[in-house]
């Protein structure tokens, strides 16, 4: 298994145990050695915190284990005799097997049930291809389950702590844009963009109109900008109790307009402030009005 640079302790560190091969009641091998493990033997691991593969992905790594085998060793810790429990490798272990091999590659190592997890956890977090969701998803996993701090939790996956927040931060977003930065259909700059808006309902409104308007990321940051609040300035108020009555009205506006519309009125009169950010927004409202 190649090494990343910059990742801390990760996942070498957690698997610096020495390999086992052979009985049990033998001494270990060096590192370097590897055991042939028949893939009945092999159970697979509670703790992986993937569950899904592409299909296609799945398939080519299957015809290409038929025709050059395993090229990467899975990592599997032994329970018992002839009884392993696979760490890490889950893609390949499972390619392997529909791929019809009888013994796969494997390195052995000692674990508990928690270093099995953040082993799982970390070399997860490793993959190339994982979405913000899954990081996310995993680093939560490594503060909760394994009892990490988030400066431990940095040095494990060779992060700073800010770009650990910075994950962490996205499930807090409403589920639909989390299922949108799942499923790639939104990207980390636009999530981190909504972020800065504290009301779900305006994040969804915002969430909207990058998919409908295909919205930039600095588009994004801009209308995220202008919704919040200037500082040193506080939304203005009504007498007598109808500033709740307002506030309701702004919300509803804003969601009609997909905007921050703001409502000031002193009891008798008033204004009401729609933005727009270009002509074709502006044209977007004009539309919503029937002008």
């Not at 992905?57 to 899975?74: F, N, R, T």
């Not at 919040?228 to 009205?249: A, D, V, W």
């Amino acid at each position: 298994m190649s090494k990343k640079k910059g990742l801390g302790r990760g996942l070498s560190a957690l698997l610096s145990d020495t390999p086992e091969t052979g009985k049990l009641e033998e001494a270990p091998a060096p590192s370097s050695s590897l055991s042939e493990i028949p893939v009945s033997e092999i159970e697979v691991n509670p703790y992986q915190p993937r569950k899904d593969f592409a299909p296609e992905a799945l398939q080519e790594l299957i015809d290409s284990i038929k025709v050059h085998g395993i090229i990467q060793p899975v990592t599997v810790r032994r329970l018992a005799r002839n009884q392993y429990q696979l760490i890490s490798g889950e893609r390949r272990f499972q390619a392997a097997r529909r791929a019809g091999l009888k013994a796969i590659p494997a390195y052995v190592r000692s674990a508990d049930d928690q270093q099995m997890l953040e082993m799982a956890l970390v070399e997860n977090i490793q993959r190339e291809n994982l979405n913000p969701i899954e990081i996310a998803l995993s680093y939560q996993r490594l503060l909760t389950e394994c009892n990490l701090k988030q400066e431990e939790l940095g040095d494990r996956v060779g992060k700073n702590r800010s770009t650990v927040t910075n994950y962490l931060r996205l499930l807090k977003l409403p589920p639909a844009i989390q299922i949108a930065l799942r499923d790639n259909r939104l990207t980390m700059g636009h999530a981190r963009a909504i972020i800065n808006i504290e009301n779900p309902d305006l994040q969804l409104v915002i969430f909207k109109r990058i998919l409908s308007d295909d919205l930039s990321v600095r588009q994004v940051e801009e209308m995220t900008r202008k919704l919040s609040h200037p500082k040193g300035k506080t939304p203005s108020t009504s007498p007598t109790g109808s500033s709740r009555e307002i506030n309701q009205l702004q919300g509803r506006l804003s969601s009609h307009f997909g905007t921050k519309v703001t409502v000031k009125s002193d009891g008798k009169k008033g204004e009401i402030k729609i933005p727009f950010l270009s002509i074709q927004d502006l044209n977007r409202i004009l539309d919503l009005l029937k002008m």
